[in-house]
């Protein structure tokens, strides 16, 4: 069965068609970031504006990269929400019209819960109950899996994801919109006088909050620079602060994310674990899971790890296709409308 996937919830317009919910046929992704650089975020206008100007070419792309055409697709599928009003409408319309158009069935999907699939693509043997920890720049939620059709919610965060904690921090560094991959790339152990907070860590619960550890970043970067404000960014000192800060971020955030994701596997006798969402393709907790050396792996070794290639943990539409496939329910397009704060909480 060949989905034919739409995706535009934030800056991201993507399309791409997926075989039986595991094999990547054709993806295609535009994204607005660099147009939001100058602003310092990501202005919604200005992302909707760019979908509007480029769906239909990116659409176009996908079916043309799998020598296809609408014959040979089965069935269409788009993100309804969670996302940004005007960007999701651009997706969601642009989809309903071509399903009346062409007559073919079309699937609503929740962009937190497709983050997960990512990890069936490939038709990877994925072996339940597993923990999944979706982590992306709005969500930072753990769901229990006991089939690929059936979902539970177990906590989320009380306030930040840890993807913005990412974002801010970068913005902060200096790093403008480039976000967590800039933090990642310049992350470079020092020796700070400062641990940072690894907030709600060993309280028990499966929640998570990131808003206080981007506080503290913030007060101790003000510390810390107060001296060195005046130098230069291509000081060596000031660089080797940005080094420091970046890593003891990415530590902070990671520490939590496994901690509180091996707690919930250890609960539900997981056998295990999928990684998903922006923040997945971040090396050191990729690396804090997978390696052998790593802490989490020696004393956990009984959960298969799970983690999408990079390029599927961030916004794309294969996933989109895959989750439609293993989990979506054909619907009217009447009765399909963008909802922006579509629930993850099931
Ligand atoms: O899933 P995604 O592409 O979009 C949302 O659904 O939100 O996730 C975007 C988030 C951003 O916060 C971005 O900074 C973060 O994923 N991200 C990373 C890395 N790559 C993307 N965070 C840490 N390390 C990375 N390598
Ligand atoms: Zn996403």
């Given amino acids: 069965m060949r989905i034919l996937a739409i995706e535009s919830s934030c800056d991201e317009t993507a399309a791409a068609i997926v075989e039986d919910g595991i094999k990547i046929v054709s993806s295609v992704v535009a994204s607005s970031k660099d147009m939001h650089e100058k602003y310092g975020g990501i202005v919604p206008e200005v992302a909707a504006r760019e979908q509007l100007r480029c769906i239909i070419p990116t659409i176009d792309e996908a079916l043309k990269d799998s020598h296809n055409n609408y014959q040979s697709i089965d069935s269409l599928a788009i993100t309804i929400g969670p996302g940004l009003i005007g960007s999701l409408l651009v997706g969601v ?17 929740n962009h937190v819960f497709a983050h997960m ?17 979706v982590v992306s ?20 965060t009380l306030d930040d994801a840890a993807g913005e904690a990412f974002d801010k921090t970068a913005r902060l560094l200096g790093f403008g919109s480039r976000g967590g991959v800039a933090i990642q790339e310049n992350a470079v152990k020092g020796d700070l006088d400062f641990k940072l907070p690894r907030p709600l860590m060993h309280d028990g619960s499966l929640n998570f909050s990131f808003s206080g550890l981007k506080t503290a970043i ?14 230069h960014t291509s000081n060596i000192i000031y660089k080797k602060l940005i080094g420091a800060f970046a890593w003891e971020v990415q530590e902070a955030i990671t520490d939590v994310l496994v901690a509180k994701t091996l707690n919930a596997a250890r609960r539900y006798n997981a056998k295990s674990i999928l990684l998903s969402g ?30 999408p290639e990079v ?16 989990r979506g329910k054909p619907v009217d397009w009447h ?8 629930s993850v909480e099931i």
């Fill in 117 to 133: 699939y990512a990890n069936f693509i490939d038709g990877k043997k994925i072996q339940f109950p597993a923990i999944s920890l």
């Fill in 278 to 307: 922006g923040v997945a393709a971040n090396l050191c907790l990729r690396n804090k899971f997978m390696m052998p050396a790593s802490p989490a792996v020696r004393h956990n070794s009984k959960f298969m790890i799970h983690v």
């Fill in 335 to 342: 009765e399909i409308s963008a909802v922006p704060d579509l």
């Fill in 93 to 109: 319309e642009t989809a309903k019209t071509m399903a009346m158009v062409t007559k073919k069935p079309i699937i609503p999907v």
């Fill in 218 to 231: 913030l007060r101790e970067w003000k510390k810390h620079t107060s001296n060195v404000k005046q130098l």
């Fill in 311 to 326: 390029r599927l943990c961030t916004d794309n539409a294969v996933y989109i296709a895959s989750y439609a496939y293993f």
């Fill in 137 to 156: 720049g709005g969500h930072t939620e753990l769901f229990l899996m006991t089939s690929p059709k059936d979902l539970q919610w177990l906590g989320g």
